[in-house]
């Protein structure tokens, strides 16, 4: 049993699509390069490999790629860029599900711990990810950090992203760490499409205890994937743990 919504068929179907700027060279490049570099010689793991956007260019580099990813129809949207055998990957979820082999490598990007919607699973992500590391071996993760301090009191959902054909807006629960992202897409016929994804929100420190517990510990932490500095102003970071 997860917390995770399952995303269905036709969300798959859409995805690449949906999230073309996700796919740009000036976003992956950097993140291929830095996880190319953490892997070595190695293999890498990624949790919620989904269709494949990080894992198929990473891969490409000469990376063993392994995944785990909670939806079929995402798995089934991969399966048209790259077949089992070349990069295996096992339905279910990612705080539970084991797959064969020791990894230099376990990644977890665009904020997808945060489909998890309680503290315990994705306390248990993380000893799942440190379960598949070899010793030394690396964890990152790329996650979004809260934007609360958009927020003024009595406010309770934060304009993400404001453009004629998307509107994103994002109601928090501080007291839960519940997040809820609303998105409104203008259609071609001229009408909208409403879909909203459920989160639970973590901070950097809380998350560099959940890794203290599985054995790993803070090696870097960016504020993205170009490595740049993470600051109080960061809205998001990469972050890199270590298998002791
Ligand atoms: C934002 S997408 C990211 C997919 C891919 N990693 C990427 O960067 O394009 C989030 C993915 O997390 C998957 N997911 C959500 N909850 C999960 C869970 N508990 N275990 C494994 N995968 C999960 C979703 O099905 C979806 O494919």
């Known amino acids: 049993m997860t917390s995770s919504e399952v995303w269905d068929a036709e969300t798959a179907r859409r995805y690449d699509d949906d999230s073309a700027e996700m796919f740009a060279p000036d976003v992956l490049d950097p993140a291929v390069d830095l996880l190319a570099g953490l892997a070595g010689d190695g293999a890498a793991l990624e949790l919620a490999i989904g269709t494949g956007r990080v894992a198929v260019p990473l891969a490409a580099r000469g990376v063993p790629v392994t995944g785990i990813e909670l939806s079929a129809p995402m798995v089934a949207e991969l399966r048209r860029k790259v077949d089992e055998a070349t990069m295996p990957v096992s339905v279910g979820?990612?705080?539970?599900?084991?797959?064969?082999?020791?990894?230099?490598?376990?990644?977890?990007?665009?904020?997808?711990?945060?489909?998890?919607?309680?503290?315990?699973?994705?306390?248990?992500?993380?000893?799942?990810?440190?379960?598949?590391?070899?010793?030394?071996?690396?964890?990152?993760?790329?996650?979004?950090?809260?934007?609360?301090?958009?927020?003024?009191?009595?406010?309770?959902?934060?304009?993400?992203?404001?453009?004629?054909?998307?509107?994103?807006?994002?109601?928090?629960?501080?007291?839960?760490?519940?997040?809820?992202?609303?998105?409104?897409?203008?259609?071609?016929?001229?009408?909208?499409?409403?879909?909203?994804?459920?989160?639970?929100?973590?901070?950097?420190?809380?998350?560099?205890?959940?890794?203290?517990?599985?054995?790993m510990e803070l090696e870097a932490r960016y504020a993205d994937f170009a490595r740049r500095p993470f600051t109080a102003d960061s809205e998001s970071h990469v972050s890199v743990w270590r298998k002791a």
Do not use: K
Not at 122 to 131: E, M
Not at 193 to 210: I, N, V
């Open 93 to 215: 979820d990612m705080a539970t599900t084991t797959v064969e082999g020791e990894f230099a490598l376990v990644y977890l990007v665009w904020n997808s711990l945060s489909n998890l919607r309680t503290q315990a699973e994705q306390v248990a992500t993380f000893r799942n990810a440190a379960g598949h590391l070899s010793p030394g071996g690396r964890f990152v993760v790329e996650l979004w950090i809260p934007p609360v301090r958009r927020m003024p009191p009595g406010q309770h959902a934060v304009p993400m992203s404001v453009s004629e054909d998307h509107l994103v807006l994002d109601t928090y629960d501080l007291l839960t760490q519940q997040c809820t992202s609303h998105h409104y897409r203008q259609q071609p016929d001229g009408t909208t499409r409403y879909g909203a994804g459920h989160f639970r929100y973590a901070w950097p420190s809380e998350l560099d205890l959940m890794a203290q517990l599985a054995g």
